[in-house]
Each structure stands twice: as structure tokens, then as C-alpha cells.
């Protein structure tokens, strides 16, 4: 049902950029003199692309995905989401944001959770309760809706935030950071899923990460950045198949990446402290 | 039921040393008594008996002991006698069917109940508003806190007969409101308090995560800060009433008020019994008692349907 309801819309998009940076800055004014977060950075975002965003800790990436949230507010530059301001852009519903914690509130069950954004929005009841079962269905927690958070493990909760991101039709999905504080193998299980649900939906997708194998996995382009000023350093598209199996990370095509993501890291002199 | 031995086992620690201090409290008492009733005691005259330390006095005079146990006005009365004096001014006398006497503790205890609870809504709403004002305005955060906190270094003793007077002077009859204002002054603090906390405690990325969804201040005060703050809330309402209560009764205290069970503990010390005052103490402290458990068990209902765990 959603595939084929979103289909026309992903076609129509594929040239125009929908997220475009041009010369960004930020500088954050602090008692210690200025901090230089974001400095010239010019990227730009296609519909449907999966990008990650990864760099040593101090190197914007985090602050880069809040300005398109507009949650930031840069102090230099354009840039825009869907060609409107990202201030409009968040009053046009464009983006769900996923945190590093999943964020659920605890007096509320996953379902209830999910209904959040809805509530604040204004959807119906049943609109409501149409929407929370098929976003449900898309993270694989359809048994689960009845639950408090609490009930759930880590992995589940930050699936169940994913959805609540998904609720309402935002066609970006800004993920900060979302799997960071899961273990490995619960963590690979995700980053499959993932990889689905961004194939089922079509969505474009800005991710950031700490690491280099889940960047490579996942993304379609990893922009690689670094700090002091935080600064783009490479941008990668990657020539994987858009389908990839977990083994995928044992082809020489996936190492030459990380590869070119390590060399990036290490041009930017990301880890001289 | 685990919980019940050291609880038993305290309380009867409690009672031991209770009945162990009324020997030593009432020997003076018991000795007068004695003396009295013609039996001889060491030494005979009162006066010298008032130089002596009463442990002394209980070597010199072992057999009479026991007597102290037993006094109509004793210093210190035994936890039977408070027991039965407590029944006395309540179950006996609802029994007999007079429970609202003006000699009842149950109708004291209602006259000081009306004006806790009206005490206790008033500070509620007022702690509240007040929380709510701190944590939305800047300006009342940094003009208010400050206030608060003097508010509570001011002796209620010295500020009740204050209230009382004022208020009698603006033409408000009786002492239910004057009293429920001097116990909502002292209730309202620990909930200004704990919701300002409770109302803080939601963190940033709460908050962002709302501002992405273009929430308004109300959404997010309604969907956000005020359930998040639910368990400061309880937390203060439970210090709050018992606060309330202590309020009321010291309004009842120094003010010329003859009911409620602040008055009761006055009049007994003024005519001298001390089983009236340590009733009147021990059916203020059930009140507050079964208060502060109401507000438990309200809590725990609320917690659990909101799927916390209480």
C-alpha cells in the first residue's frame, strides 16, 4: 500500500536537491572566545539518498543535521530544505529527528508514543490509529503497541522512536547518532532494517555516526568530516548496490570505502589529541 | 508482610523506652502522691525532696516507684494511659453517641481537618501557579524563588495572631480561613518546590524533539512537563499536608481558639492535664497519619495507570 502510494512522488524528485548547503556557517559565542562548528560547508542532498555524516567528536556533523532541523540557527550562509528555509521547512512537517536516546516517554505506551506527534499535529482518531499501525508494521513492532517502553529492550525503544518519527509524512528523516548506545549485534539487526524500511518508504535519510563500517553499510554518500573548524573534509558516493547484505562488509569493493573514509578521517587530523 | 518484624520490632523498642522513662519522669509526682496518703518517704518534706535528683530520689524510694505509673496527672503518662484517655474522647463517646461533644477529640480533629484541607488546596494552587510562573518566566524565577525561601524563615508562631487579627479586621468571621491561610503558608513551599523540579525535569532533547514537531508552550506543558512532573508532585503533596496540618494547629495554638486540636493541647496545658495534650498530640498525629497514607495510596493509583512504576 505505501510503496505503490509513494512511488510517483520519488520519480518527480530525483534531480532537484532537497537539502542544499551553500558556504554554511556557525559560530557558537561562548566564554571562551568563539567556537568555530560549521565553516563553509556546501553540500547538497537528492531525494532518496541515504547520507551519513561521519567525523571525530567537535566536527559539526551533529550540529550540521540540527541546522537543517532548525534547531541551530546559522550564522552564515544559505540553506534550504524542499527550497524553503528549514524554519519552514519544520512548520511544513518535512523532517522527523531520531535522538541518540530513543526519548520515549515512560507514562505513555509505545502506541500512545507514536501518537505524539499526531496529537500535536491534529490528526483524527482513526487517522491516528491508521497511521500507528502501519508505522508499527514498518519496524516490526506490531505486537508490541499495548507496551510501556520500559517493557522493551534498547533495540526496541530506539525502533519505536524510529516510528514515531515516521508517523506523520515527513520525507526526511534526520538520525542522530541513533544506534549509538546499542551493542554491536543489535545493532547490525538494525542497521538492516533500516536499509528495508528505507527501501519500503523512499525516504531521504541524514544520518550520523561515529562509525566507519556502519557509514559504509548504510549510506549512499558519506560525507566526512572534521573538527576545529568543523569542516567537510571528503564527500563519497558509494558504488554499492542499493541492496546489500550484511556480508556485503567482506567484499573488497566495501573495505576500498572504508578505506577512503579512514584516509578522510585521517587528512582532517582527526585524532592529533 | 516481610516489613512487619522490624517495624513491630522497632515500635516495641519505642514503647520500652517509653514506659522505662515514666519511672524516672513521675517519681517527683508519685512521691507527692505518697506523701499525701500519709505513707512515709525519703526525705519527708517536699522542699528537700526538690533538691534532690530524681534518680536519687528513686533509690531512696523504690517502693513507690510503681506509683508513678499510675498518677492522674502524671509528667509523663504511660501509653496505656494515653491509649485509654484517646478512646475515651473518641470511639467511648461516639459509642454513646455523642461524637461531635465539645469534649470529643473527633470533633476537634474535624474543626482542624476543614481547615487543613482548605489550607492545603489553597497552598496546592498557589505552589503550583507559582512553579508554573518560575519555570516559564525568567524574570519570577529570579524575583520569586528568593521570596519564597524568606517566606519559610519566618516564624509561623509569630505571624499567626497576625493573620488572625488582620483578617478579622478586613471582616472575615471565624477562624476557618484565617487558619487555612496560615496552613497553606506553610504548605504551599514543598510544592512550589518540587514542581518547579518536576516541571524542569523533562531534558533537552525532549524539548527539541516537541520543537520539531512545532509544538506549542501549552502542548508541551500539557503533553511534556506536567506528566513528567507527576512524581515531584505526589512527593510534595504528601510534605505539603502534613505541613498543612502543623500550620492549622499552631493557628489554633496561640490565637484564643477553643475548638480544633490545637486549642485542645492550650487548654490542657493551661488546666493542667497533660493526658488531654498528649491525646490531642496523638490524634493530630493519626490525622496526619491517615493523610499522608490517602495521598500514597493516591500516587500509587495514579503512577500505575500512567504505566509508571510506582
Known amino acids: ?69 532548525a534547531l541551530e540557527a546559522p550564522t552564515g550562509g544559505t540553506l534550504t530544505v524542499n527550497g524553503m528555509t528549514p524554519d519552514e521547512a519544520r512548520r511544513a512537517r518535512a523532517y522527523g529527528y531520531v535522538f541518540q536516546a530513543a526519548g520515549l ?39 508490541f503497541g499495548k507496551k510501556y517502553p520500559w517493557q522493551l529492550s534498547g ?107 579512514r584516509e578522510g578521517l585521517r587528512a582532517g587530523h582527526a585524532y592529533d589529541d | 508482610m516481610r516489613s512487619l518484624f522490624p517495624i513491630l520490632a522497632v515500635l516495641a523498642a519505642l514503647v520500652a523506652f517509653w514506659y522505662a522513662a515514666v519511672a524516672p519522669m513521675n517519681i517527683r509526682g508519685a512521691l507527692d502522691v505518697a506523701e499525701r496518703s500519709g505513707t512515709e518517704v525519703v526525705p519527708a518534706e517536699s522542699r528537700a525532696r526538690f533538691e534532690q535528683s530524681i534518680w536519687r530520689l528513686m533509690v531512696n524510694n523504690p517502693e513507690h516507684i510503681a506509683l508513678g505509673y499510675s498518677l492522674d496527672r502524671p509528667r509523663l503518662p504511660t501509653p496505656v494511659q494515653v491509649g485509654s484517655e484517646l478512646w475515651k474522647t473518641t470511639g467511648e463517646m461516639a459509642l454513646n453517641g455523642r461524637p461531635m461533644s465539645k469534649r470529643s477529640l473527633i470533633y476537634h480533629g474535624w474543626i482542624t481537618l476543614q481547615s487543613t484541607l482548605w489550607g492545603f488546596a489553597l497552598g496546592t494552587v498557589l505552589g503550583m501557579a507559582g512553579a508554573i510562573a518560575i519555570v516559564y518566566s525568567r524574570v519570577v524565577n529570579m524575583s520569586l524563588m528568593p521570596w519564597a525561601i524568606i517566606s519559610q ?67 508541551a506543558f500539557l503533553k511534556l512537563r506536567l506528566p513528567a512532573s507527576m512524581p515531584y508532585l505526589f512527593t510534595s503533596l504528601k510534605i505539603g499536608i502534613a505541613a498543612a496540618l502543623v500550620g492549622t494547629i499552631v493557628g489554633e495554638l496561640p490565637t484564643g481558639a477553643i475548638s480544633g486540636l490545637g486549642a485542645r493541647i492550650l487548654i490542657g496545658d493551661q488546666f493542667g492535664t497533660p493526658l488531654a495534650i498528649w491525646a490531642a498530640l496523638f490524634a493530630a498525629a493519626i490525622l496526619a497519619g491517615v493523610l499522608v497514607t490517602l495521598l500514597d495510596l493516591m500516587q500509587r493509583i495514579t503512577l500505575r495507570r500512567m504505566g509508571m512504576q510506582a
Open chain 1, 105 to 143: 516517554y515512560p507514562w505513555r505506551t509505545i502506541e500512545k508514543n507514536i501518537a505524539l506527534p499526531l496529537e500535536i499535529m491534529g490528526y483524527s482518531r482513526a487517522e491516528q490509529d491508521a497511521r500507528i499501525a502501519r508505522v508499527l508494521d514498518l519496524v516490526e513492532l506490531s505486537n
Open chain 1, 1 to 69: 500500500m505505501l510503496d505503490t502510494a509513494e512511488a510517483p512522488v520519488v520519480n518527480r524528485g530525483a534531480t532537484t536537491p532537497v537539502i542544499s548547503a551553500k558556504s554554511l556557517d556557525l559560530t557558537f559565542q561562548t566564554n571562551d572566545g568563539p567556537v568555530h562548528a560549521l565553516s563553509g560547508i556546501d553540500l547538497d542532498i537528492g531525494k532518496g539518498e541515504f547520507v551519513s555524516f561521519i567525523g571525530p567528536s567537535g566536527c559539526g556533523k551533529t550540529t550540521f543535521l540540527r541546522c537543517i532541523a
Open chain 2, 153 to 219: 524563615t519566618v516564624p509561623i508562631v509569630a505571624l499567626a495572631p497576625m493573620i488572625i487579627v488582620l483578617s478579622s479586621q478586613v471582616g472575615i468571621e471565624g477562624r476557618t480561613v484565617p487558619k487555612a491561610i496560615i496552613s497553606a503558608y506553610l504548605c504551599y513551599f514543598p510544592v512550589l518546590v518540587g514542581m518547579v523540579k518536576g516541571l524542569r525535569s523533562p531534558g533537552a532533547a525532549q524539548l527539541d524533539l516537541l520543537k520539531t514537531y512545532s509544538a506549542s508552550g501549552l502542548q
Open chain 1, 155 to 261: 533495540g526496541m525503544q530506539q525502533r519505536a522512536s524510529i516510528a514515531r518519527a515516521l508517523a506523520f509524512d515527513a520525507d526526511i528523516l534526520l538520525m542522530d547518532e541513533p544506534f549509538g548506545a546499542l551493542d554491536e549485534i543489535v545493532r547490525d539487526h538494525l542497521n538492516e532494517q533500516l536499509l528495508e524500511l528505507w527501501a519500503r518508504t523512499e525516504k531521504t535519510i541524514g544520518f550520523v555516526t561515529h562509525s566507519i563500517p556502519e557509514a559504509v553499510y548504510l549510506s549512499t554518500k558519506i560525507v566526512v568530516m572534521s573538527p576545529r573548524p568543523g569542516r567537510i573534509t571528503d564527500i563519497i558516493e558509494s558504488p554499492l548496490p542499493k541492496k546489500r547484505p550484511l556480508d556485503i562488509r567482506d567484499t573488497p569493493e566495501f573495505l576500498q570505502i572504508a578505506h577512503r573514509v
